[in-house]
């Protein structure tokens, strides 16, 4: 009996000898024709299939051992390919087997020599999971490995895997690829370290039915989907499994094909390009865009030679991070207290130097910070297949980029005090600034999770655990300093700190000059909160940047 878990359409069925590929054994007959018939195979009635394509539960027909013996004790079986759909079907599916226990008489052990055969579903379409163990005990002495993380052992424990092993003999390369992604995992051959025109080799798992199978492909031009060869005659051999959430692939390839145009010469040097993904579902003629940017290998491997392979580090992406980490977490905010609270500290103009001085740096980090991403990215990078994290990190980061270049050549041609324009110009300044903290600070959340899914996954969710104390403590900090200011104003009834124009005294750039105008009595107050508010953003900041600068890829 062959089994599948739905109804189906068409069906082909034919008795064979086991562990054999030899011509269909017996004869089938049908019992309504109206439903099924026989076709010849080697012989009349050497196979039976559909009659037409009617969706059905179970077909029912008999089949006769043949005259000719085989041998007592000889195993034979039913193998059937049946189809659900045009995407979905089950090969050779294998019925239990029949022993001949007399000359010319093939039997089931339950059954007399001519029975009906029949289909009906039930809950297990796949066949037995094949055990693929991976050993990475010969790693750098027998055979070549790379894995994510470094110390994983197997299915189940990797992130990504790969083991390679060169026979000599037979001139083949048997490949084992794994990932804990549940989709796929691949291996890109690449001529120059950057995707397009790369030799691909997948593990991809067809979720309708959790079968798992290895097909060679080839990348075009390293935007569109890896598509998969229709001649596969480099793959000599395969089998896959999905254990434990893991795909795990047993891959035989030809070293040197006869055609290298897309299945390459393994014989020559490589980087390798490590990927894993979403299956598409079903098998297709192509690989799903990969979920996380590939990784590259630290430089051209020979797959033949056993290595243990290490991964290109992402220096201008952490570089990125760290610097941005620093000043939007770290300053940014810093200027921004300097500016709001403390112009009746510092009456004289104290305050604008500080608030000018750590928001310059602000600006120059923020410049260095883009150039270092762009020089990574080499362009505008925009996912058409996510519209969320992934997209949401680069276009707030670019609006507060924008916003805040703006603003000191805003405050460069600010108007004289008093003048008519003057008013226009504050409130424009303060609008444009706090929307560049805002949009600064969002970029940064965004960008930790964009980093961790894309770039360096093994970047630890502490890090965004840190900005969420950051912030805590920031909005405390603002709720506490907005309290101060209302008790100060309520007891002099005095105008709001923020009237208070931005340019300083001429003589205020002067280290010898002093303050002129009597502070606020609550300035001791103010100062110790900008004091700790310092040593706590700074502190944090930095924090986040080692998170960062520690993260494996």
């Given at each position: 009996?062959?089994?599948?878990?739905?109804?189906?359409?068409?069906?082909?069925?034919?008795?064979?000898?086991?562990?054999?590929?030899?011509?269909?054994?017996?004869?089938?007959?049908?019992?309504?024709?109206?439903?099924?018939?026989?076709?010849?195979?080697?012989?009349?009635?050497?196979?039976?299939?559909?009659?037409?394509?009617?969706?059905?539960?179970?077909?029912?027909?008999?089949?006769?051992?043949?005259?000719?013996?085989?041998?007592?004790?000889?195993?034979?079986?039913?193998?059937?390919?049946?189809v659900q759909s045009r995407d979905v079907l089950w090969v050779q599916l294998p019925s239990s087997t029949f022993q001949e226990l007399a000359i010319s008489t093939v039997a089931n052990a339950t059954a007399p020599p001519s029975r009906p055969s029949t289909m009906a579903p039930t809950t297990t379409p796949s066949p037995p999971v094949p055990d693929i163990p991976l050993d990475f005990s010969g790693c750098g002495t027998t055979t070549l490995c790379y894995?994510?993380?470094?110390?994983?052992?197997?299915?189940?424990?990797?992130?990504?895997?790969?083991?390679?092993?060169?026979?000599?003999?037979?001139?083949?390369?048997?490949?084992?690829?794994?990932?804990?992604?549940?989709?796929?995992?691949?291996?890109g051959f690449s001529k120059d370290s950057n995707m397009g025109m790369d030799d691909v080799i997948a593990c991809e798992r067809d979720t309708n039915t959790d079968r798992v199978y290895a097909k060679d492909g080839w990348n075009p031009d390293g935007r569109n989907p890896n598509e998969y060869d229709a001649d596969q005659t480099s793959i000599t051999s395969q089998e896959g499994a999905y254990v434990d959430g893991s795909v795990v692939c047993r891959i035989e390839r030809v070293l040197t094909p006869s055609d290298t145009t897309q299945d390459y010469d393994l014989s020559q040097l490589y980087t390798l390009l490590f990927a894993t993904g979403s299956s598409r579902g079903g098998q297709t003629d192509s690989l799903a865009k990969h979920n996380a940017v590939p990784i590259v290998s630290d430089g051209a491997v020979n797959v033949t030679i056993p290595q243990i392979v290490g991964a290109k580090g992402k220096p201008l992406i952490k570089a990125h991070g760290i610097i941005m980490a620093i000043a939007w977490i770290g300053l940014a905010s810093i200027g921004l207290l300097l500016a709001?609270?403390?112009?009746?500290?510092?009456?004289?103009?104290?305050?604008?130097?500080?608030?000018?001085?750590?928001?310059?740096?602000v600006w120059g980090l923020t410049i260095i910070g883009v150039i270092i991403i762009f020089a990574h990215a080499k362009e505008w990078v925009y996912d058409k297949s996510n519209h969320g994290v992934h997209n949401a990190h680069p276009i707030l980061g670019f609006i507060a980029f924008l916003l805040a270049f703006a603003q000191p050549i805003m405050a460069a041609a600010r108007p004289h005090p008093g003048t008519p324009k003057r008013p226009i110009f504050n409130w424009a300044h303060r609008l444009v600034g706090m929307s560049a903290f805002i949009f600064g600070i969002i970029a940064?959340?965004?960008?930790?999770?964009?980093?961790?899914?894309?770039?360096?996954?093994?970047?630890?969710?502490?890090?965004?655990?840190?900005l969420y104390v950051w912030e805590a403590v920031q909005v405390s900090m603002?709720?506490?300093?907005?309290?101060?200011?209302?008790?100060?104003?309520?007891?002099?009834?005095?105008?709001?700190?923020?009237?208070?124009?931005?340019?300083?005294?001429?003589?205020?750039?002067d280290p010898d000059s002093k303050d002129t105008k009597e502070p606020s009595e609550d300035a001791n107050i103010r100062k110790a909160v900008l004091i700790g508010w310092v040593v706590i953003s700074l502190g944090l900041s930095l924090v986040v940047a080692i998170y960062i600068g520690i993260a494996e890829l």
């Open positions: 009996t062959s089994s599948i878990s739905t109804d189906f359409k068409g069906f082909l069925c034919q008795v064979r000898q086991v562990g054999q590929t030899t011509a269909a054994l017996g004869t089938f007959a049908v019992r309504d024709t109206s439903k099924t018939k026989t076709i010849t195979c080697t012989s009349d009635g050497g196979a039976v299939t559909h009659m037409n394509k009617n969706t059905v539960s179970q077909q029912t027909f008999d089949w006769t051992a043949s005259s000719t013996p085989l041998g007592v004790g000889t195993q034979v079986q039913a193998l059937c390919t049946v894995r994510d993380p470094t110390n994983c052992d197997g299915a189940g424990d990797c992130r990504y895997a790969l083991i390679g092993e060169f026979d000599d003999n037979t001139r083949r390369m048997t490949f084992h690829l794994t990932s804990n992604s549940g989709g796929f995992a691949a291996v709001v609270h403390f112009k009746v500290v510092w009456p004289t103009g104290k305050w604008f130097q500080g608030h000018r001085a750590v928001m310059l740096s940064v959340f965004f960008g930790l999770a964009f980093t961790r899914d894309k770039h360096l996954r093994g970047l630890s969710d502490n890090a965004t655990n840190v603002w709720v506490f300093m907005g309290y101060i200011d209302y008790k100060r104003r309520k007891k002099a009834g005095c105008t709001p700190a923020t009237n208070i124009e931005m340019k300083p005294p001429i003589k205020s750039d």
